[in-house]
């Protein structure tokens, strides 16, 4: 299927489906967080400078399977050795041979949709719209940008990657635009009986200069009255979520507020499981809880609203789901956060960063919580590599 053919959300999801059923093999690709207007019914007439559809999925030619002390290559053909000798070749080469073009980066200026003194009066605002009962916690998100850059995207993913090493990172392009995840978060994972998703709320620095403020700062996190907050509303909005696949009072937290360290951050994740009602399509499964409560906050239709109303641009597929399909229905999509976006026909580099506003929050350090999650951004970005 083409981009186009999967382009806009209406009934992107019927589409995907049909598609789906039609396969008998694996299937990957994205689910933009503009798919909200199908979902719940939340239109977007915000601007998108990086234009990737709404949802696009493929069956992919290669597949590579990395289990431990195996590797399993799957393909169209019988080409398997070959594929082998590939993967040697480029393993034997220490140099990653992708050389730029175009503007590089370090001489483009970071701008900012958003600046400091507008992003505080927004939180105010908000603030005042949880006081009126709109809502009691909005995921808000901030774009920052590059105009006219030129990077190649492969190299700037090995930086982000060696910077920013996550456990749902990815690389992935559709038709010049390009994705580069460093994402920590998973949204849902499907195995057999079991359906999982675990959001993130709760952030906090990391010190690498030091063990011991480190583990302060981690217990720091661990005992913040804000993130437990922000953290169980959640929660309760992923546990309802979740209880529309799944068989009635099989939905149970596993793990609340447990705090995870990543190279950049400390993060505070809670998982919440059950078991999916059976003759459930894994699309619907998707549709039934998308977009993921992490992302947008509750109750989910106001927040979404609230969201069209102050932000400045589509978060596009910031925000949205990517991940994989097994010919068995079992699947695994991440938070498509930490991660750089390009489009490269425009020459147009940009990142996102968002945090959950609670009546509680302070705005200077919810900028501040922005900031530390697009540092690594910043940081390979203005690299003297480039």
Not at 76 to 91: N, P, R, S, T
Not at 183 to 189: A, C, I, N, T, V
Not at 198 to 219: F, H
Not at 369 to 379: G, I, M, W
Request: some cysteine; aromatic content about 12%; overall charge negative.
């Amino acid at each position: 299927m083409s981009a186009q053919d999967w382009k806009l959300a209406g009934n992107a999801f019927r589409q995907l489906k049909e598609f789906s059923q039609a396969q008998s093999d694996w299937l990957f690709g994205h689910f933009s967080f503009d798919l909200k207007s199908e979902t719940e019914q939340s239109p977007s007439r915000l601007p998108d400078f990086i234009r990737f559809p709404d949802l696009f999925f493929f069956v992919p030619e290669i597949i590579l399977l990395i289990l431990p002390g195996e590797l399993q290559i799957g393909l169209y053909g019988d080409h398997h050795q070959q594929v082998w000798e590939e993967i040697e070749k480029e393993e034997r080469s220490s140099v990653i041979r992708h050389p730029s073009s175009g503007l590089p980066v370090h001489h483009a200026t970071i701008q900012n949709r958003i600046s400091k003194a507008d992003y505080i009066q927004t939180v105010q605002q908000l603030r005042q719209h949880i006081l009126r009962g709109d809502c009691y916690e909005i995921n808000f998100c901030q774009e920052f940008f590059v105009e006219n850059a030129g990077p190649d995207p492969i190299r700037l993913f090995h930086d982000l990657n060696r910077v920013s090493p996550s456990p749902f990172s990815a690389y992935y392009s559709v038709d010049q635009k390009y994705l580069l995840c460093a994402s920590p978060e998973r949204y849902l994972k499907k195995t057999g009986d079991r359906i999982l998703s675990q959001p993130i709320k709760g952030t906090s620095a990391r010190n690498p200069d030091s063990a011991l403020l480190d583990e302060e700062l981690k217990d720091s996190l661990a005992h913040s009255e804000k993130d437990r907050a922000e953290n169980v509303m959640v929660v309760d909005l992923v546990r309802n979520d979740l209880s529309k696949i799944c068989e009635t009072d099989s939905v149970r937290v596993s793990e609340l507020f447990g705090i995870y360290s990543f190279s950049q951050v400390h993060q505070m994740i809670s998982t919440i499981e059950g078991r999916p009602k059976s003759g459930l399509h894994w699309t619907e499964m998707i549709a039934k809880t998308f977009p993921m409560g992490s992302m947008t906050g509750a109750p989910k239709k106001r927040v979404l609203e609230l969201t069209e109303q102050y932000e400045k641009t589509k978060r596009g597929l910031f925000s949205g789901a990517l991940g994989y399909v097994r010919p068995d229905g079992d699947f695994d999509f991440n938070v498509v956060i930490r991660s750089l976006l390009y489009n490269q026909a425009d020459h147009y580099l940009s990142w996102f960063a968002g945090s959950g506003i609670t009546f509680n929050s302070d705005p200077e350090k919810e900028y501040e919580e922005c900031l530390v999650k697009v540092a690594a951004f910043e940081k390979i970005l203005k690299s003297s590599s480039w």
